[in-house]
């Protein structure tokens, strides 16, 4: 079916041209890049859109906690091997935003698309997706979201009748137990650093026990399944059992493993892993995130980590001491208007870089990070804070809204 | 203080500690070791016996189907009562606190029994969850400033005739019952809605714990520049609701 692409009725047609007028209007009022507004639009005229635009693709669902933009990017890299790829490059990860993004796409073989975790269910419900890859989930912003294990459980019953192959993180039991109702799962090893949201077992309530990189319920038997792919260091081990090595622009281990996810995403569409791989490295920065920048004569690392979890990883990605941090962390609606959260981050990891602390929280993080015992300082603008840094690149590590204003401020 | 350190034990971790709570444990930490006391934290699994020879507990908030676990293996255990009995220190927050009372309703919409330490019944409300920043004023009799602090919850707690208040809000929910009332409390068990977590926004009430544990009056005065600002930015807040 894929390229084969039907022609959209009359409706659907009038609802995407209707869906790209609103756009137009609303980038021209400098109103951002009008996707969601265009998806709106298009949506309210025919509400089947969706289903419709994506009748014509082999669509790919990405979903996760964190890491769903860059391997929503990785996947969609790796697919270009085989033909033309459209997806929500931008993050624009709910229906309207995605009715948007697919509506460009009109001679793209492949749809590749990011889901909000809460949408997820609702999507792959209506674009009958050939393949749905899911990363991890962990507590974030819970002052507004469901619950994580609840979250788990949505998808497991969304998921149980689904046709798709789910590619799914073996090394996360939450991922685990929303994955395995289904018939067709490929389970890879991508490993998760982040482990407090899985202690207790999502089947049974038992305490988990985790020796070393295995994981099981001791009381009702739900455990770890075997992987057919694996992150091995620096390596793709393929279900053969070869090794290819990861070439990646992007840093850290997390990176690592969306590009091990999206290898075996790449693979269930005959894109052999070395090509995938290969193809992966063109990818340089993802909506500004790992971007370097030269500001104020200085250069600038732009890391965004929106939870527990995404900080967890990207402290074991920073240069090592002496080089200087940058943190900034705000409460706005997107963020989530809670700032507890900084308390299950392990700051001490951060013992021996001079840290700078900006944000509308900047507060909330200094007594995170004087009782942690770290030095720090409080400034008040990013000017401020890299004036004062000391030599060396700065990574700078910002949740969502704050890496907003950072991308603004720093011209990225 | 039963020996030469001061025991904190972090009951349940693996259940209630999702909401940042564990920060109680780290700034109770922090300030004893400004004053020089010797603290051994104790984390305690729920696969694991609560320990009786503790001096504070800290129980903090989880989801709804931990806080059903919690209660489950807190009943069955029987340590933490028994450590009350002894005189410890208990301070619980949000799914803690309602674990602390005589029943709340669990995730399956049932009444779960409670621990029966606070005389507390929680119920879930009707109406809207109660999120958003809270301030408020604390009983008279602890002698401590203003309380400020974030609450997330769709529970209701209602006091018995032993419980006092732990504070009156002037603005957000509390205990969620309309009178005004936030948190209990009794002679060394206390309950609170307030995350934050509520003692990096109070660091007054992390020192009552300890002047509770080592029965003294007064603590060496410690650095709390960054606690105050912090506290004047968020009672601000909480005076302006967005």
């Known amino acids: 079916m894929a390229g084969n692409s039907g022609p959209l009725s009359a409706r659907a047609k009038l609802a995407v041209t209707a869906g790209k007028a609103a756009a137009a209007v609303s980038r021209a009022a400098g109103r951002g890049s009008g996707s969601v507004i265009g998806g709106k639009v298009a949506l309210k005229l025919d509400p089947d859109l969706l289903a419709r635009l994506a009748t014509h693709l082999d669509v790919v669902l990405v979903s996760a906690t964190n890491g769903k933009t860059t391997t929503t990017r990785l996947i969609a890299e790796a697919l270009r091997a085989s033909g033309p790829v459209v997806s929500n490059a931008l993050g624009a990860n709910m229906p309207a935003g995605i009715t948007s993004a697919l509506a460009g796409g009109s001679d793209a073989r492949f749809g590749v698309i990011e889901v909000d975790e809460k949408y997820l269910a609702m999507v792959a419900r209506d674009v009958s997706p050939k393949a749905i890859a899911l990363l991890n989930l962990s507590r974030d912003q819970l002052d507004r979201a469901a ?202 990891r951060l013992a021996g870089h001079p840290i700078f602390v900006i944000g509308d929280r900047k507060l909330d993080l200094a007594v995170r990070l004087e009782v942690a015992g770290l030095d720090f300082r409080v400034c008040e603008s990013v000017d401020e804070a890299v004036q004062s840094a000391p030599p060396g690149r700065i990574e700078v590590i910002a949740n969502y809204t704050a890496f907003q204003d950072l991308r603004r401020r720093v011209g990225n | 203080m039963s020996q030469n350190s001061l025991r904190v034990v972090w009951v349940y971790p693996d259940l209630l500690s999702t909401y940042g709570d564990q920060g109680n444990v780290l700034v109770l930490e922090r300030r004893a070791h400004q004053r020089r006391l010797d603290v051994q934290r104790l984390d305690v699994r729920s696969d694991q016996q609560i320990p009786t020879s503790g001096d504070i507990y800290l129980i903090g908030g989880g989801e709804d189907r931990p806080q059903r676990l919690a209660a489950e293996r807190l009943r069955r255990d029987g340590g ?163």
């Open chain 1, 147 to 348: 619950e994580t294990r609840m979250l788990a459980e949505k998808w497991r019953e969304g998921l149980a009748g689904s046709k798709a192959v789910i590619i799914a993180n073996a090394d996360d039991p939450l991922i685990v137990w929303a994955a395995s109702s289904s018939p067709n799962v490929v389970w890879v090893a991508a490993g998760q650093e982040w482990k407090d949201d899985a202690w207790s077992c999502p089947s049974c309530g038992g305490v988990m026990q985790r020796p070393g990189d295995d994981w099981f319920c001791g009381e009702c038997g739900f455990r770890r399944p075997t992987p057919s792919w694996a992150l091995s260091g620096d390596y793709v081990l393929d279900p053969h059992g070869s090794a290819w090595p990861i070439h990646l622009q992007l840093p850290g281990r997390a990176n690592k493993a969306n590009a091990t996810s999206s290898a075996a995403v790449a693979a269930t569409f005959g894109v052999p892993p070395q090509v995938a791989l290969e193809r992966m490295y063109q990818v340089q920065a993802v909506a500004g995130r790992y971007d370097v920048v030269t500001f104020m004569n200085r250069e600038l690392r732009l890391l965004l980590a929106k939870n527990p979890a995404g900080w967890l990883e990207t402290f074991s990605l920073i240069d090592g001491p002496p080089a200087p941090v940058l943190l900034s962390v705000n409460a706005r609606g997107a963020d989530g208007t809670d700032t507890s959260w900084l308390w299950d981050v392990d700051y001490t």
């Open chain 2, 80 to 242: 933490l009562n028994r450590a009350v009995a002894n005189g410890a220190i208990v301070f619980s927050v949000c799914a803690g606190y309602q674990i602390l009372g005589h029943e709340f309703i669990n995730d399956l919409g049932q009444r779960e029994q409670g621990l029966g330490l606070l005389d507390v019944v929680s119920t879930r409300g009707e109406g809207e969850r109660c999120v958003g920043d809270v301030l408020g004023d604390i009983d008279p009799q602890l002698g401590l400033p203003p309380l400020t602090g974030f609450e997330n919850h769709q529970g209701v707690t209602h006091l018995g005739p032993s419980a006092r208040p732990f504070a009156r809000v002037r603005f957000g929910n509390g205990n969620g019952t309309g009178d005004g009332t936030e948190g209990a409390f009794n002679e060394t068990v206390f309950g609170t809605y307030m995350h934050g977590p509520v003692m990096a926004r109070n660091p007054h009430i992390a020192d009552l714990l300890l002047k509770l544990a080592l029965d003294v009056n007064a603590l060496p005065p410690v650095d709390d520049r960054w606690y105050d600002a912090l506290r004047n930015e968020r009672i601000a807040a909480a005076t302006q609701p967005a």
